[in-house]
């Protein structure tokens, strides 16, 4: 055995005080000028028997205090502390015939820790600026350790560390572990800095890492570990509060680690994984494990990916409780980043046998506290996170992640492939605030002027296949119930201007599932939420209107709609599955995508700007779902899964209230107009093959293709219930009349919503039946319950419901079912609205009640076929059909003339049966509404100028059978107002229109 262990400490427990200016160097690296990369390196080669090779960094850490009661650190004028700490550990081990097994091992591993049995803080730690005193050793030993500087300070902090292990075997398995331990820039450190007016403070950590681990043999398992998803173990934090608990007394006790600088221009960067330039993150995990007979397992995880984090608290025996809280307090003006980036990636691959690989982080996180991502609660006075800046601040907070997983295997029967990436938690900012007496206080409170960067990023990849004629089952999932939000549950407070307010949360996941004989599944982003502005608020004392806003996000082709004002939130959501069985077994094929999941930019929060302000918030969600079979069954479903009744829900604003104090549309040079916009935009497509021969198959399901995609887009949305995302559409759950949301704009500014969704659904069967469906609704804007919308002097309402392209030629939304010898049957609902409510006398709009307009537009083109060779085929194209404006009560300008209250609805759908040898059966039952009023009474109308309601719907009906019966039924009502009563409280005109064609076709 092959073994090295290795301590590297800088300054070890050395009490250091500077009554003057000074300087603290702690270097542990291989060179004294602070470069080079200490090594622990085993290295076993044996020719016959097992090789093992085992090397242990016990510590590794620059600047080390707390221990034994050590002072705190100190500098009396102006100071700098420079932490450095570079490592590389690697073991290697070679057998011929025999067990090859390598563990490689970095961090320095707390001891003596029994109180309690606590988990945080008791895995292997190493660092820049490491304190242990709070470690639950001690009772009553609960409070941070402190470096203090009186004057103007400058505290660099570098930390690098690899960790590799390599096991190679000819006969024998081959275990590779790489354990990167805890990697921390500042740990249990409170900074206490005087600061000095005019001058620079900072503080500056830099932290990366590489661990990796491979495995690979011949006859024999191959298992290969980097990292370890386990609690508080495997984590990567620049700045850390460890948030420790035991039996002695520090239960829910522990005081906040703070960060408090009085005078001066600070600067607070903590970054994990960031390149220098756009690139690979600088944090990687990855393990690779590769077998010719037997089992492949390939495991790269990690706990947290953070850049300013406050660990959250668990004891054994009783209910977590939140850890005191991570507190940065800066008297003047400052600026605090924290951002964590990071891959891991997982490759297994077996010639015959099993192969699993599994690629994931628990938390990647910015800034943020984890009591508040797993709702733990702490009601002690002074407990809790916050960032508070006197003057004029910028937060920059962001968590990016990418995990891929490959698995893949050449079996001669009964393999089971596995590839798996799940990152639960992707989040930028999330800081719960400091209980106080009154309350919690904000997460943020900036004093002046603030400016905002916020961002999540979550990337994952899937990808499971199997090669061979026998039996084998790949699966891949990427990403299950995965949080995705630039903010979360944190509440903002700017006291004077925002000078820019950008949030994003973007979710990117791909899972493929490929087989020849066997069963292939693939799910991604299932159950999963994305957001840019979640369960929070922003409130801005004075204005959020500068016309200058950057670049934003990154480009890319789904936003070049989406035009960012001074506060903004984004959200892109790319969801893609692909399966496919290649062989001749009968074994089916599935893909989900989307199923139960949302991509909402501005979800269930506040945003309130006191003078003059713009909010813009757009959702553009890409979903796609393959599935193709050569013998059997093919499902593919976007939005739901089989055998359920769930949906995917795409928004710019959702229950969300925005209040603008007062408002312009002529705010002057360098100033954008006041208004509040949302966007949706999906692309979903579902796609199902089957070229089975049998129309019974190995199921009841028989070789059977299904197509499936259903989903709700909302420009905005108020006052839904949060259980029940269609609101009243659906005809069944009624809205909650307990939530309600209002945007209320106090003078001038535009309020507008725009939906739009494309794609298509498509399934085509040799042997079995043929089934495609649609669900799909949208508005621009949707009001329920008492939810308002409210420009007090002057502005304009809009709301446009889109289906299908309409840029010429025009493209429509299309379902499509063909099949050979089975049934075919193709559906599409829609229900568009321009602007909706529920009907109740409580739902208004009420556009600038001196000068406004009110516009609803609800636009559709759709086609929907069913082909069938020797079966039936029926196709239909029915739902909530389309209206411009409903179920509102709207006022328009009232002082001014010529105002306007248009409601529009224009629709083109085609829907065709065609069966040779069977019947034939086409129903097209669809209405349009210009205006159309709900309940027994309807609703009004009130403005000063004129009221116009059109509506055309082409409404196209064919059935054609060769040999069997042909039925087809087209049925629309188009009605340009309809329940309404209108007052016009001076000239004007009221003008409706309804035309188009209804038209049913036989063809026998």
């Known amino acids: 055995m092959a073994f090295a262990q290795s301590t590297y400490i800088a300054i070890n427990n050395v009490p250091i005080s500077i009554a003057g200016s000074g300087l603290i160097q702690a270097l542990s690296t291989l060179n004294p000028n602070g470069t080079g990369f200490n090594v622990t390196s085993a290295t076993e080669t044996q020719l016959a028997g097992p090789a093992d090779a085992l090397a242990q960094n016990n510590a590794q850490v620059g600047l080390l205090f707390g221990d034994a009661g050590t002072s705190p650190i100190s500098i009396g004028l102006n100071g700098s502390v420079l932490a450095a700490q ?129 495995a690979t043999t011949t006859t024999g398992s191959a298992t290969a570990r980097a990292g370890l998803d386990d609690f508080a173990r495997n984590q990567y934090a620049g700045i850390l509060h460890s948030g420790f608990s035991g039996a002695a007394g520090n239960s829910g006790g522990l005081e906040p680690l703070v960060l408090s600088f009085g005078a001066g221009n600070t600067t607070i960067r903590s970054e994990v994984g960031v390149p220098a330039t756009p690139g690979a993150a600088l944090v990687q995990i990855g393990a690779t494990a590769n077998t010719v007979t037997g089992a492949a397992n390939a495991t790269a995880q990690a706990d947290l990916l953070g850049g300013i984090y406050q660990n959250g608290v668990a004891t054994f025996g009783g209910p977590p409780t939140s850890a005191s809280g991570l507190q940065i307090l800066i008297g003047q003006v400052g600026t605090v980043s924290g951002k964590a980036h990071g891959e891991t990636n997982a490759t297994a691959g077996s010639v015959n046998g099993d192969a699993d690989a599994l690629a994931s982080v628990d938390e990647t996180v910015g800034i943020g506290d984890e009591s508040v991502l797993r709702g733990f609660v702490n009601p002690v006075l002074g407990a809790g996170s916050a960032i508070k800046i006197g003057q004029d601040g910028n937060i920059a907070a962001g968590g990016a992640v990418t995990s891929n997983a490959t698995a893949s295997s050449v079996t001669t029967g009964g393999a089971d492939i596995t590839a798996t990436t799940d990152n639960t938690f992707v989040i930028g900012l999330a800081l719960g605030g400091i209980n106080g007496p009154a309350g919690t206080g904000p997460g943020v409170s900036i004093g002046g002027n603030g400016s905002f960067t916020l961002y999540a990023d979550n990337t994952q990849n899937a990808n499971a296949s199997a090669t061979n004629t026998s039996n084998a089952d790949p699966l891949a ?26 949030t994003t949360g973007q979710l990117d996941v791909d899972a493929t599932a490929a087989a020849v004989n066997g069963i292939a599944t693939a799910s991604s982003g299932v159950q999963s939420n994305t957001a840019g502005l979640k369960d929070s608020s922003l409130t801005v004392g004075l204005n959020a209107n500068n016309a200058y806003v950057p670049a934003f996000p990154p480009a890319d082709p789904y936003t070049t709609a989406f035009n960012p004002g001074p506060i903004s939130a984004f959200t892109q959501s790319e969801i893609s599955s692909s399966a496919t069985t290649s062989g001749v077994d009968g074994s089916p094929a599935t893909a989900t995508s989307g199923a139960g999941s949302s991509s909402i930019a501005i979800d269930n929060s506040t945003i309130s700007v006191g003078l003059n302000g713009r909010v813009d918030a757009a959702d553009l969600s890409q979903l796609g779902a393959t599935a193709s079979s050569n013998s059997g069954a093919a499902s593919a479903r976007v939005g739901n899964s089989t055998g359920a009744n769930q949906y995917y829900l795409s928004s710019g604003v959702y229950n969300s209230d925005i209040t603008i ?36 198959g190995p199921g009841p399901v028989g070789d059977n293709a299904d197509a499936e995609v259903k989903l709700l887009s909302t420009g905005i949305s108020l006052g839904v219930d949060p259980n029940n995302f269609f609101g ?129 537009a609800a636009a559709g083109l759709g086609r929907t076929t069913a082909t069938s060779l020797t079966g039936d085929a029926t196709a239909t194209t029915n739902g909530l059909g389309l209206v411009g404006i409903s179920d509102a009560n709207v006022t328009a300008g009232l002082v001014t003339t010529n105002n306007l209250v248009s409601g529009d609805a224009f629709g083109r759908f085609s829907t065709t049966a065609t069966a040779n040898n069977g019947n034939a059966n086409a129903v097209g039952d669809i209405d349009a509404f210009g205006l159309s009023g709900g309940g027994a009474l309807g609703n009004k109308i009130t403005v000063n100028g004129n009221v116009s309601g059109t509506a055309f719907l082409e409404n196209i009906v064919t059935a054609n059978s060769t040999s069997g019966n042909a039925t087809a039924s087209a049925s629309s009502n188009v009605i340009g107002i309809d329940n309404y009563s209108i007052n016009l409280i001076g000239s004007g005109i009221v003008n409706a229109s309804a035309g188009g064609i209804t038209q049913s076709i036989v063809n026998n």
């Open 661 to 696: 104090g007062t408002g312009s549309l002529n705010p002057g040079a360098g100033k954008i107009a006041s208004g509040v916009t949302g966007t949706s935009f999906v692309n979903a497509g579902a796609s199902a093959t089957s070229n089975g021969t049998d129309p019974f």
């Open 477 to 502: 999932s990427a990403g299950f119930q995965d949080q995705t939000f630039g903010a979360y549950l944190t509440n903002i407070v700017v006291g004077q201007n925002v000078n820019v307010f950008q």
């Open 728 to 856: 009243n559409q659906d005809g069944i759950n009624p809205p909650d009349a307990s939530v309600v949301n209002n945007i209320k704009i106090g003078l001038e500014g535009d309020v507008s919503g725009v939906s739009q969704t494309v794609g298509s659904s498509s399934a085509s069967s040799n042997a079995g039946n043929a089934g495609a469906t649609a669900n799909l609704l949208g508005a621009g804007i949707d009001l329920e319950g008492p939810s308002t919308i409210l420009i007090g002097s002057k502005g304009d309402i809009s709301g446009q419901a889109i289906l299908g392209s309409f840029t010429l030629p025009g493209t429509p939304y299309g379902v499509n079912a063909t099949a050979s010898s089975g049934d075919a049957s193709a559906g599409l609902l829609v229900g568009l609205a321009g602007i909706d409510g529920n009907g109740a006398a409580t739902t208004q709009l009420t556009a600038g009640s001196n000068t406004g307009d009110v516009f609803g």
């Open 86 to 214: 570079y490592a590389n550990t690697t073991a290697s081990a070679t057998a011929a015939d025999s067990n090859a097994t390598a563990q490689a091992t970095n961090g320095f591993a707390l001891s003596g820790n029994t109180n309690g049995g606590a988990f945080i803080g008791s895995g292997p730690i190493g660092g820049g600026i490491i304190y242990l005193g709070n470690n639950g050793t001690v009772a009553g030993d609960n409070t941070p350790g402190q470096l203090a500087i009186g004057g103007s300070s400058a505290i660099n902090v570098f930390v690098d560390n690899g960790v590799r292990s390599t096991a190679t075997t000819t006969t024998g398995n081959a275990l590779a572990n790489a354990d990167p331990g805890n990697a921390y820039g500042i740990y249990d450190t409170s900074i206490k800095v005087g600061g000095v007016a005019g001058q620079a403070n900072l503080v500056n950590v830099q932290l990366d890492g590489v661990t990796n681990a491979s």
